[in-house]
Nanobody, 123 residues
Framework: QVQLVESGGGLVQAGGSLRLSCAAS????????MAWFRQAPGKAREFVGA????????YYGDSVKGRFTISRENAKNTMYLQMNSLKPEDTAVYYC????????????????WGQGTQVTVSS
């Protein structure tokens, strides 16, 4: 298992940008596919995007395609989520998650989770 800590959340106006970070400790970071999920109040947790172990492949949920970008630096044990053109409906707690092996978009496939970081987008 890896331990995950998110940072970078905050309050931003619609149209603005934020970059979230997810720092990992524990086992070999490069052995884990990583993902971002989010959960808005009263809603189920939603897949945001995922990145493969080497960072070669990424894929995204439909609601964030073209606006959000996931990247990772394995030498720093860190994953990032660059969020541009933010909308009020992006308001949520954002979680990073790790899965040993290949990528997935299924919440149940991820065994390690961070505590989450709040992102609030004002209109």
């Amino acid at each position: 298992q890896v331990q995950l800590v998110e940072s970078g959340g905050g309050l931003v106006q619609a149209g603005g940008s934020l970059r979230l970070s997810c720092a990992a400790s524990g086992r070999t970071f490069s052995s884990y596919a990583m993902a971002w999920f989010r959960q808005a109040p009263g809603k189920a947790r939603e897949f945001v995007g995922a990145i493969s172990r080497a960072g070669v492949s990424t894929y995204y949920g439909d609601s964030v395609k073209g606006r959000f970008t996931i990247s990772r630096e394995n030498a720093k044990n860190t994953m990032y989520l660059q969020m541009n053109s933010l909308k009020p409906e992006d308001t949520a707690v954002y979680y990073c998650a790790a899965r040993f092996g290949s990528s997935s978009d299924a919440e149940a496939d991820f065994g390690s989770w961070g505590q989450g970081t709040q992102v609030t987008v004002s209109s």
